[in-house]
């Protein structure tokens, strides 16, 4: 059976972000985060993806004025948290930004997925989804595509929104913290992503993963980890690691 695809917020973004595309106000070596990319992560991916260090300048200004979704949402509560001890938080929870109707069996899963990706983590970083959502962008080397419909755009790199996580903005440390979500994935963890629509950017390299996260998988040696979501079906709540998941998904694969 076929998902329903009432996709909000994420495929309605075109009016968001109105700015024009813009470079890095300096290189991302020199903003010092330690988790920089294998290959430099975009700055801006369509009007899904702002990075931290676009919104704000070497002086610890906050540029919020070229993105008025963010400025309107977030530059009362970022001006008072510039007055913040440094290690303190800007707490923010969770927001509903890319739905569906929630999957119920692994079939389901394999079968509606526009892509299914089997890939490293080699970069993340912090900034804000579809104008307003702060989290973290996880930069991807696909190792392998395990499915791929027609027109999914076959890229070297592809990146998602995880909605969980720390990271600064200048001196401001932002904490985003969503219910039912894993702990982040660190650079070097694999991940299995199975995005139910094609890309939204004019790039074709951000993977919509939606609010309930049943569209990720993170794995490394200790095991796997998942959404509270995914983990109603039992096929991902049992698996013990990535690979064992996709022999799962390539012999179904295989009997369609």
């Known amino acids: 059976m076929l998902r329903s695809s009432g996709l909000i917020a994420a495929v309605c973004v075109s009016a968001l972000l109105a700015a024009p595309v813009a470079t890095a106000l300096w290189p991302q070596e020199e903003w010092g985060d330690e988790r920089a990319g294998k290959i430099p992560i975009p700055s801006r991916i369509g009007d899904l ?11 610890d200004s906050l540029l919020l004025a070229a993105y008025p979704m963010i400025d309107q949402r977030w530059s009362a509560e970022l001006a008072a948290a510039l007055e913040y001890p440094p290690e303190q938080c800007l707490e923010i929870g969770p927001g509903s930004y890319a739905s569906y109707a929630r999957l119920e069996t692994f079939s389901e899963a394999v079968t509606t997925a526009a892509a299914i ?69 660190e650079v ?69």
């Open 188 to 256: 070097g963890d694999e991940v299995l992503l199975s995005p139910q629509v094609t890309p939204m950017d004019p790039e074709g390299i951000m993977a919509i993963v939606t609010t309930d996260g049943e569209e990720m998988v993170i794995g490394n040696p200790a095991g796997i980890r998942i959404s509270s979501a995914l983990s109603e079906i039992e096929e991902f709540r049992t698996a013990t690691s990535i690979q064992a998941l996709k022999r799962l998904i390539e012999e179904m694969l295989q009997e369609q």
């Open 117 to 185: 990706i089997h890939g490293t983590v080699v970069g993340i970083a912090g900034g804000f989804h579809a104008g307003m959502h702060p989290g973290l962008l996880i930069q991807v080397e696909v190792q392998e595509w395990v499915k791929r419909k027609s027109g999914y755009p076959e890229t070297p790199y592809v990146y998602f929104y995880y909605p969980v996580g720390d990271f600064r903005l200048g001196s401001i440390r932002i904490c985003k913290k969503t219910p039912g979500w894993p702990d982040p994935p």
């Open 49 to 59: 993806w702002v990075s931290a260090e676009m919104l704000i300048s070497r002086n």
